[in-house]
């Protein structure tokens, strides 16, 4: 036992004398451990200034305005029902709500279809407004009214209360219906029993031949 222990103890002495295996190692890690602690402490200060795909900033909200919500919507579609409960649904191209506390739809390319006493109806236009609450659609442009029948009417700056199922319209109003062209200062429609009341300036000129509208004029 004493033979092979002074064995032992001579090989740990090798190994731990000056210019042995251990002794590199030591005088390595003392040149290698402090570099390596430099180099991550580098790499944490200078990570946080290299360009990222995403930028954080702070922002003063008594310096910032705030920018109202806005919505918008490609191929929307409102559905409601009339007063007498039948289904209507309006279609746009491209549907802008400009802010939520104003519940006003700016629409393009517009078409509502309707439901009457003898079959459906639509009507587009190219541009116009859907007002939320009153379920109205605002056309400063034309509006064409085409029934399940074949009849027709277009008219221009008026407003379509869909509930109601009315055309109304002020200021200089203008259009066609079977027959005739006619003009106003405003103008009340009803789509349902094909009515129309000029007020105003009124103008129809009829077109011999052709079906006359039921009309009051003044």
């Keep these: 036992m004493t033979a ?16 042995s295996s251990l002794d590199r190692i030591v005088r390595l890690l003392a040149v290698g451990l402090p570099a390596l602690v430099g180099v991550v402490a580098a790499m944490m200060l200078i990570t946080p200034l290299s360009p990222r795909g995403e930028i954080s900033f702070l922002l003063d909200r008594n310096k910032v305005a705030i920018a109202d919500d806005r919505m918008r919507v490609d191929d929307a579609m409102y559905r ?4 007498q409960g039948r289904p209507f649904s309006l279609v746009a191209g491209e549907a802008v709500q400009r802010s939520n ?14 439901v009457l006493s003898g079959g459906p109806a639509v009507l587009s236009a190219p541009q116009g407004t859907y007002a939320i609450d009153e379920e109205q659609i605002g056309i400063p442009g034309m509006l064409q009214f085409t029934a399940a029948d074949g009849y027709e009417i277009a008219a221009r700056n008026v407003t379509v209360d869909l509930p109601s199922q009315t055309l109304l319209g002020n200021g200089r109003i203008s259009g066609v219906i079977p027959a005739g062209v006619f003009s106003a200062n405003s103008i009340r429609a009803d789509l349902e029993n094909r009515t129309i009341a000029l007020v105003g300036n009124a103008r129809l000129t009829m077109t011999p031949g052709r079906l006359q509208l039921p009309a009051e004029m003044r």
Excluded: H, Y
């Design 4 to 19: 092979a222990a002074d064995r032992m103890r001579t090989k740990r002495q090798a190994f731990a004398a000056p210019g």
């Design 80 to 83: 409601g029902s009339d007063a």
């Design 101 to 114: 506390t104003v519940p006003l739809v700016e629409m393009q390319e517009l078409t509502a279809r309707i």
